[in-house]
């Protein structure tokens, strides 16, 4: 009987770590998180699980209603994946609907994220998830 690979699907650990997103579950999404995991993102740089938890707590209470879809996920290899998730809801207090969608590049390590990068510049992000990739081999 042939054994079963231990190394992580990280094309599906993306799919769980948007669904967690979507259902607005901070408690699974960093859970998928490093200890020590940096966040670069357009609108700051976050260390560690907890800034990671507050970031997220502070994203998702802007919303009144949310939703967040997964529409390309690559793994491009040597731990590193690219995605693009669209994010959707009504902010809070208001009667419009905002859409955003952007570019997640993931350093994996051991089945964790240890180094993000988002952006809404999707072809910058697809580069750089490229080079993170070739330079970890």
Do not use: K
């Not at 999404?29 to 800034?51: C, T």
């Not at 502070?58 to 529409?71: K, P, S």
């Not at 994996?108 to 510049?121: C, E, H, K, Q, S």
């Amino acid at each position: 009987m042939p054994e079963e690979s231990t190394t992580p699907d990280l094309v599906e650990l993306v799919r769980a770590l948007v669904d967690a997103l979507d259902r607005c579950d901070v408690d699974m999404f960093v859970s998928f998180v490093a200890p020590d995991a940096v966040l670069e993102a357009a609108v700051g740089h976050f260390e560690g699980v907890a800034a990671i938890r507050g970031f997220i707590e502070d994203w998702l209470a802007n919303y009144e209603g949310f939703a967040a879809t997964l529409e390309e996920v690559r793994d491009l290899g040597n731990g590193v994946t690219f995605n693009v998730v669209r994010q959707q809801g009504r902010l809070v207090g208001s009667s419009g609907h905002v859409q955003l969608r952007h570019a997640a590049v993931y350093v994996w390590v051991d089945g964790v994220i240890a180094r993000a990068i988002t952006g809404p510049d999707i072809a910058e992000g697809r580069a750089a998830a490229e080079r993170l990739a070739e330079e970890r081999e």
